[in-house]
């Protein structure tokens, strides 16, 4: 696989830690379903905490990406979705700490609500 940052200053710059936009070339695309903040052991919410969800929704993005064959490095598109966009920064932080520049392109919505109560949920697009 072999990606590519497309950067114009004809658009806004990011505000957060993704690109503009990724081009990728790649033998096969990965499309991941959304992971929240469950444990895989137990099934339930890691904990009430938003960052503590954050980390484990990346934790369970990350064990699929590897069951897959990929590493964060494959991650080309992320759609993010919080229930508080308040948290919009601790959600940036946390993602800038795991997920390894070029950043890949993303999205981030505001939602109502997501399944078991979470506050968070992530999901992605792999180029392998
Ligand atoms: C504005 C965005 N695309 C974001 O924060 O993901």
């Known amino acids: 696989?072999?990606?590519?940052?497309?950067?114009?200053?004809?658009?806004?710059?990011?505000?957060?830690?993704?690109?503009?936009?990724?081009?990728?070339?790649?033998?096969?695309?990965?499309?991941?379903?959304?992971?929240?903040?469950?444990?895989?052991?137990?099934?339930?919410?890691?904990?009430?905490?938003?960052?503590?969800?954050?980390?484990?929704?990346?934790?369970?993005?990350?064990?699929?990406?590897?069951?897959?064959?990929?590493?964060?490095?494959n991650v080309v598109k992320l759609t993010l979705f919080l229930t508080d966009l308040s948290k919009f920064a601790s959600a940036n932080a946390i993602m800038a700490e795991i997920i390894p520049q070029p950043y890949p392109a993303r999205s981030t919505l505001g939602v109502a609500s997501l399944p078991k109560g979470a506050q968070f949920e992530v999901e992605a697009i792999l180029a392998l």
Do not use: C, W
């Open 1 to 73: 696989m072999s990606k590519a940052i497309i950067h114009t200053d004809a658009a806004p710059a990011a505000v957060g830690p993704y690109s503009q936009a990724v081009s990728a070339s790649a033998g096969k695309l990965v499309f991941l379903s959304g992971q929240i903040g469950l444990e895989p052991g137990t099934g339930e919410l890691v904990s009430e905490n938003f960052e503590g969800q954050v980390r484990q929704s990346f934790a369970n993005m990350q064990a699929v990406i590897e069951a897959a064959g990929g590493t964060l490095d």
